[in-house]
């Protein structure tokens, strides 16, 4: 009798570089048993730093190679003439791309769509006549052609999956919607509200904003609308935390110097490190998230589970993940913005009320269940073809 060969995934991980994107590849990896799905092996391909940060597993294999290491141009190089070649000598039944784009012909092929801002306009025009503009409309390019050409897309929200194939009339790639789950290191059950005179200017309310730093992130926008409250009396103060680009981070930097010149009670800080990042919601009073374009909201998420009132941006796939368990606004309005923050510290029965439901509501996200949706799925793709 001959043995059954082996089932194994290939994941070209190249353009997995940071933030959400390294969150969700190492946790689907960290809580996936390949077994159950009937596979193998894993083969992640991608740079050093990225394959530092995947999980240690019997099945799972790490390869890099030193045009992957290199700038956007060397990792299309190593797609185009490498990436089918390896796919092949590894014996691959199945290639997952998490990244959102590829050039090659592989079947079957999957992708996951974590970048929304290349098909919403409105978002591409924030960057003006700049190289940040024309990657865009390239990735925008690129993108539509990789999801016509994929035979199956992983969505993370109702929202993006809408966005998307209003722009792909006809496709006819099979289609999943498996959101982002969240590590239990994140979930602390809402503490006790005070009175906003329970505060003072030596102790003051506490507000974080955690994410990267960019232009549809809106970050001076909030700085402006805490400053006015600081300013109207309110003993608040802000932290924002993240890395970005460096034209965002400038614009942050010099909006927080024109109204709190000292930091004393607006501050940017670094981005943090993940392994300890749980520490900084934990001590907070309240999350702001004023993204105006996620294709989920990962870091809305993590302050749903550490049990935090929110005041969130009304825009893209926030109202789907934050339902019912925050104060809304348009992040586009400054005054909106410190209305909504006013509302919920002025008022301890509604940052009680909200801060309860929001801790109930991330209860639903599992990074268990997304590893077992997501290796499922695989496999309904790879039998779907036999």
């Known amino acids: 009798m001959f043995d059954k060969p082996e089932t194994i995934i290939g994941i070209d991980a190249t353009n997995i570089r940071q933030g959400g994107g390294i969150t969700h590849l190492s946790q689907l990896l960290a809580h996936a048993d390949p077994k159950k799905s009937n596979f193998d092996k894993v083969i992640v391909w991608s740079n050093n730093n990225t394959l530092d940060q995947m999980p240690l597993k019997p ?18 190089l190593w797609q185009i003439f490498f990436l089918k070649k390896s796919l092949q000598r590894s014996q691959c039944d199945l290639l997952f791309i ?6 090659l012909r592989f079947k079957p092929t999957i992708i996951m769509n974590q970048n929304l801002q290349p ?24 993108q539509k052609y990789s999801f016509r050409k994929a035979d199956a897309i992983i969505f993370l929200s109702k929202y993006s999956k809408k966005i998307v194939e209003e722009l792909l009339p006809n496709n006819n790639s099979k289609t999943i919607i498996i959101p982002h789950g969240i590590e239990k290191k994140f979930f602390q059950k809402p503490k006790k509200q005070l009175s906003i005179d329970s505060y003072t200017t030596e102790d003051p309310f506490k507000i974080i904003y955690v994410s990267s730093v960019d232009f ?27 890395a970005g680009s460096a034209k965002a981070i400038k614009k942050l930097r010099k909006v927080i110097s024109r109204f709190d010149k000292s930091n004393k009670y ?11 990042i749980q520490n900084i919601y934990f001590s907070a009073d309240l999350s702001i998230f004023a993204s105006s374009c996620e294709t989920f909201g990962l870091i809305l998420l993590e302050s749903m589970a550490a049990g935090l009132p929110i005041a969130c941006s009304d825009r893209s796939a926030m109202p789907e993940i934050l339902l019912d368990s925050g104060v809304y606004f348009n992040p586009l309005e400054i005054d909106d913005i410190e209305n909504s ?23 639903d996200y599992s990074w268990d269940d997304v590893a077992i949706k997501t290796f499922e799925f695989f496999r309904s793709v790879i039998d779907q073809r036999e």
Request: aromatic share 14%.
């Open 216 to 242: 549809y992130k809106h970050q001076w926008n909030v700085v402006e609308a805490v400053y006015r409250i600081i300013e109207s009396g309110y003993p608040v103060e802000i932290d924002f935390y993240g």
């Open 98 to 103: 998490p990244g959102g784009s590829y050039t």
């Open 119 to 142: 098909f919403e306009y409105s978002e591409i025009a924030r960057y003006k006549f700049s190289f940040m503009t024309a990657r865009l409309l390239i990735l925008r390019l690129t």
């Open 59 to 76: 099945w799972l294999i790490k390869r890099t190679h030193s045009l992957i290491e290199g700038n956007l141009l060397h990792r299309t």
């Open 266 to 276: 607006i501050r940017y800080n670094n981005e943090q490190d993940y392994k300890q």
């Open 341 to 363: 923050l006013k509302k919920l510290i002025s008022s301890v029965d509604l940052r009680h009320e909200l801060s309860e439901k929001a801790y109930q509501n991330a209860q």
